[in-house]
């Protein structure tokens, strides 16, 4: 298993570094809206059926440098907070997507909700797969997670393949679970907890980290 590992979630945005296999997962900053805004405005047509709609009295960060800078400083005080980490995947120097752990939530449930989006001329290269296992050995290892969901719309094949290629549980369907691009969508739940973490550990790393 890599050496390169998984920083402490108290420690400066900055400085935190997740490193998988191939790519190395880290927050975003301000600096980085020319890459993402580029990356986001090729990829809009793709990804808006699957996101939930935005406020139209909101800026668009896609568009907005500022309304960006303010994305990025929600998602610092959430992750001071430890209610959610944000990701951005990066494949050497390139930005490639975002992936986060959303939702989290301590007390007796100890888990959290990790959702994804990868740019389409990266897409069937497996970085999600990928950017999953090395999120997940943080929230397990790190966060100590008790338990992680993926929740997809049952026709997003795209997404749902990740899922298989990593044979995570699937857990059943949420009817009319999450707003999506206007409408309420039913939404597959897949499910692993810290004890399947621990036996899957090993041949998880082998094959992703």
Not at 68 to 76: H, P, V
Not at 92 to 109: K, P, Q, S, Y
Not at 161 to 166: F, P
Not at 172 to 188: Q, T, Y
């Amino acid at each position: 298993m890599s050496g390169r590992g998984h920083t402490h979630p108290s420690m400066p945005s900055g400085a935190i570094r997740l490193y998988g296999r191939r790519l190395m997962l880290r927050p975003l900053t301000a600096a980085d809206w020319p890459q993402w805004s580029e990356v986001r405005q090729r990829n809009e047509q793709w990804l808006i059926p699957w996101e939930p709609l935005r406020s139209p009295t909101m800026l668009d960060p896609t568009r907005d440098r500022d309304a960006f800078a303010a994305r990025c400083s929600a998602r610092d005080r959430d992750r001071q907070l430890g209610v959610a980490y944000g990701f951005g995947i990066f494949v050497g120097a390139d930005f490639a997507g975002e992936i986060n752990l959303n939702g989290v939530v301590r007390g007796a449930l100890q888990g959290g909700t990790i959702g994804y989006w990868i740019d389409r001329a990266k897409a069937g290269q497996r970085y999600t797969a990928e950017g999953v296992i090395t999120l997940a050995k943080f929230s397990f290892e790190q966060l100590h997670l008790h338990r992680l969901e993926i929740c997809i719309v049952p026709r997003n094949s795209n997404s749902r393949r990740v899922m298989e290629v990593l044979a995570i549980r699937e857990e059943g369907i949420a009817s009319r679970f999450l707003e999506i691009n206007g409408a309420w969508e039913d939404h597959v739940r897949y499910g692993i907890t810290a004890e399947e973490w621990q036996i899957r550990r090993d041949e998880l790393a082998a094959a992703w980290l």
